[in-house]
């Protein structure tokens, strides 16, 4: 019985995953959007084609890690990066900004859309017309410098992540209108690669058994196509948050999708199952909770992940993986550490909801569980058509009954080198 509850239970935590991934026309159509403004800023009289503008997505798009809005009214946001192949020295962040923007207006004036687009904080943002289904953000960007990249290989990231690197625009930053090397900077290429090396050995099966099941070659599928159980598992974990924060007085604190799948990926042991995947990553994040404590330290083989930090002087550190600098828990520590408690409040929100969920050993009441944090219309949706597995009424659990899924000779994770 415990097999087949798990069994089945992963088939609905898949389902559900499916029914909050992004639609194939709707990713298409984001596709081609995006890719309509990268031929525009290409075009013959466009006045940045000179600098060989590149348009690419950043973020959950890019990732697989995208979910549909809690609502018909809410909308996609497509993150995008515009990189100009142009140099620190010949513009400043403001300047940069312009140029690009000065396109982005064209080109929302030459297909009538009803609004300029937004000049906000880092990028442009794109609204279109009411009934489409997204907000696209244009970032732009150009290579970063030779000192950074120096920087990054001297904490051993990979160079097949550091030449990825980018400086972009943010018009908070002290340098925003002077010409200077200092620039903020970010990697969401590098980011992307290094996710997807923590998920290959899943990627690669997965892949090829979808190239089977359609006779077609595992290269002619494209990445899209497959869904691994990290990504599976983080689309559940960020709806579960949207969900049981929505309406909270921690609403404003609910942690940020970039923790949650950075430190998911960080967890992650290539599972090929979600269940497995998410009580891995779960219960591990849990174990850092102790760190709310002053008097309390972590074990020494938790340290040596260094997966969540709290300094000496009470800040906590959760790092970008391809870029040290930037530090995803830098607000953590502000009135009284509200986002961190926020952080390990959810932690715990999300083991009783969907691991110790197990103990009611039916399918059916499983299901009926998740519909309160995940929607009833879409928990309906995945659950419709599995086979309802229900324990005898004298069979009874206790919270040391729950299934353990035990990960034997896990595969190794990757090394900071690649």
């Not at 691994?228 to 949207?242: E, F």
């Not at 083989?301 to 391809?322: A, C, F, M």
């Not at 607000?331 to 509200?338: L, Q, S």
């Not at 309906?380 to 034997?408: F, H, Q």
Request: hydrophobic fraction near 35%; aromatic fraction near 10%.
């Amino acid at each position: 019985m415990a097999n087949d509850i798990v069994s089945q239970y992963n088939k609905l935590l898949e389902k559900l995953s499916n029914e909050l991934d992004i639609s194939e026309s709707h990713f298409k159509e984001a596709e081609e959007r995006y890719k309509a403004i990268g031929k525009w800023l290409l075009r013959d009289n466009s006045s940045v084609s000179q600098y060989n503008p590149d348009i690419y997505p950043q973020g959950s798009f890019r990732l697989g890690t995208v979910i549909k809005p809690k609502t018909d009214e809410e909308k996609y946001d497509i993150d995008l990066v515009c990189e100009l192949d142009i140099t620190k020295g010949q513009v400043s962040q403001k300047q940069l900004k312009e140029m690009v923007g000065e396109e982005i207006i064209a080109y929302a004036k030459a297909y009538n859309m009803n609004s300029l687009p937004e000049n906000k904080r880092r990028c442009w943002t794109l609204n279109y017309a009411e009934g489409a289904q997204f907000h696209i953000d244009i970032l732009p960007a150009l290579p970063n410098g030779d000192s950074f990249l120096s920087f990054l290989e001297s904490k051993r990231i990979s160079a097949n992540w550091t030449e990825l690197a980018i400086a972009i625009t943010d018009k908070t930053h002290f340098n925003y209108d002077r010409i200077a090397e200092e620039w903020p900077c970010s990697n969401p290429k590098g980011y992307a690669e290094w996710f997807k090396e923590r998920m290959k050995t899943q990627f690669d099966i997965q892949r090829k058994s979808f190239a089977e099941s359609i006779r077609a070659s595992i290269e002619d599928v494209p990445e899209y196509r497959v869904k691994t159980p990290l990504q599976r598992a983080i689309q559940i974990l960020k709806r579960h948050r949207d969900m049981r924060f929505f309406g909270h007085n921690l609403e404003d604190d609910k942690p940020i999708s970039m923790i949650i799948t950075t430190l998911s990926a960080k967890l992650y042991q290539n599972e090929s199952d979600v269940y497995s995947t998410l009580k891995n990553i779960l219960e591990q994040m849990d174990a850092h909770a102790v760190l709310l404590s002053s008097v309390v330290s972590l074990s020494e083989s938790l340290r040596s992940q260094h997966l969540i930090e709290r300094k000496s002087d009470g800040t906590w550190y959760i790092p970008n993986p391809v870029n040290p600098e930037e530090n995803f828990a830098d607000r953590w520590h502000e009135n009284d550490n509200r986002k961190a408690r926020a952080f390990f409040q959810w932690v715990s929100w999300v083991r009783s909801d969907l691991i110790e969920v197990l103990r009611q050993a039916d399918i059916k009441k499983i299901s009926e569980s998740l519909g309160h944090h995940f929607g009833e219309s879409i928990t309906k949706k995945a659950s419709a058509g599995l086979y309802i597995a229900s324990a005898p009424t004298i069979l009874t659990r206790m919270k040391d009954d729950i299934p353990n899924v035990e990960i034997r000779n896990p595969s190794k994770p990757w090394s900071i080198g690649g």
